[in-house]
């Protein structure tokens, strides 16, 4: 799966064979390196989902729940690979629902509630307004806010 996606885009096979072994690494994935798709376990094909997403070296790159279902020595590893692709000056849109990977992640936040834009600024602009004391209930309090006043 993950060389198909190699394929698509025209990767020489020196160039996929080194981000190959650093992202196979770096997710511990070689152990099911060759086994077909449908025979992996939920997490097993949500880190295929990412190398594949990943493994032509994109300036842009979306992450939609990448920890979600992965255990946790796993999800700080893609952590840290969404901190690298940052740091390598990528363009990195990361869609979480756990506020500790916002604080650990975010230059710029956008919370986007039932379709609406509650709040789009920098993650500092975000921590400067916040009204109560964790992320989290920042994050209902915006959300609560909204429905109050959707719902009057």
């Known amino acids: 799966m993950v060389r198909y996606f190699a394929d698509l885009h025209e990767m020489d096979s020196a160039a996929y064979q080194k981000q190959r072994d650093h992202l196979f690494g770096l997710l511990d ?8 798709i449908g025979k992996l376990s939920t997490g ?3 880190k295929v989902s990412i190398v594949r997403t990943i493994i032509h ?3 842009v790159i ?5 920890t979600s279902g992965l255990d946790v020595v796993t999800s700080r590893n893609i952590v840290r690979l969404v901190r690298d692709c940052r740091d390598m000056g990528k363009t990195v849109i990361f869609s979480t629902h756990r506020m500790g990977e916002v604080s650990l992640l975010s ?7 039932k379709g609406h834009l509650q709040f789009n600024d920098t993650f500092e602009a975000f921590q400067n307004q916040m009204q109560t004391p964790s ?3 920042e994050f209902i309090r915006l959300v609560e806010a ?3 006043s959707v719902s009057v």
């Open 146 to 148: 909204t429905e109050d």
């Open 107 to 113: 230059d710029d936040l956008a919370i986007i509630h």
């Open 135 to 137: 992320l989290e209930d």
């Open 44 to 46: 097993m094909k949500q």
């Open 29 to 36: 994935m070689e152990e099911f390196a060759d086994r077909r």
């Open 62 to 66: 979306v992450f939609d729940e990448p």
């Open 57 to 59: 070296d994109p300036e």
